[in-house]
Each structure stands twice: as C-alpha cells, then as structure tokens.
C-alpha cells in the first residue's frame, strides 16, 4: 500500500509562511484523481483545508481562501500546500490525503470539491503539525 508522508510543519509567528509537502511515491490513477489536505485542531474536527483535481480544478475551505495553494509536481510525486498570512487560528496536525472514493471521483466524473466537505479519501499520511503563535 501506498504510504503518504508529510513534511514542512513547524511553529511559527503570526503572517509567516510555510510550504508543506506530501511524498506520494508510486501513487497512480485512480488514487490520484484527487488529492486534498486536512487538519485537526485538538478537541475540533477534522475539516477539509485544500483539494487538488486532476484536472487542475482546486477547492479550499472558505477560511484559507486568498492564503493557501495547493498545487503538486508530478515529476516528483508531491503534493504541496503553500501557507501565507497565517492566524493562530491555522494551528492544527496537517494531514495529506489520496485515493478518493470511487462513487464520487472516477475516470467520468470526479466531485473533488464533495470530496474535501466529507473527507473520502482511503489512503492518509501521519501528519505534521502546525503551530503558528500571536
């Protein structure tokens, strides 16, 4: 099975900039279809930050709209998520994500924007995490 690992996290000031990385070696369509990134908060859940089609098409959640960017490098088989202006209110373990299920994203028809709302995703990395501090 494919195995996600994350990097780039750390603590930082408030308005800093981070860029994380997901390795997604040996990753293949249909696993790639879309891919997204996560985070939790402790004692908040889990919601859904960026997704990345393999269209090109991106989705964000409404609070990082403006700062994030995902984006990815096939050559490389990463996927990144480019922080800016960061808010204490960003702090969280950061997750990446990949293998979206089927019913919603296949080879005729991939809802990738569903996707980040519910979190379908079969294969996930162990997380890095992001403290930003005021």
């Known amino acids: 099975q494919v195995q996600l690992a994350e990097s780039g996290g750390g603590s930082v000031q408030a308005g800093d900039s981070l860029l994380l990385s997901c390795a997604m070696p040996?990753?293949?369509?249909?696993?790639?279809?879309?891919m997204g990134w996560f985070r939790q908060a402790p004692g908040k859940e889990r919601e859904g930050v960026a997704a990345?089609?393999?269209?090109?098409?991106?989705a964000y959640h409404e609070s990082v709209k403006g700062r994030f960017t995902i984006s990815k490098d096939d050559a490389k088989n990463t996927l990144y998520l480019q922080m800016g202006s960061l808010d204490p209110e960003d702090s969280a373990m950061y997750y990446c994500?990949?293998?979206?299920?089927?019913?919603?994203?296949?080879?005729?028809?991939?809802?990738?924007?569903?996707?980040?709302?519910?979190?379908?995703?079969?294969?996930w990395g162990q997380g890095t995490q992001v403290t930003v501090s005021s």
């Open positions: 994500a990949a293998d979206p299920a089927r019913t919603v994203c296949n080879r005729a028809y991939c809802n990738c924007g569903l996707l980040l709302r519910r979190g379908e995703f079969g294969t």
């Open positions: 040996g990753l293949t369509p249909p696993s790639t279809f879309c």
């Open positions: 990345l089609g393999s269209d090109g098409r991106t």
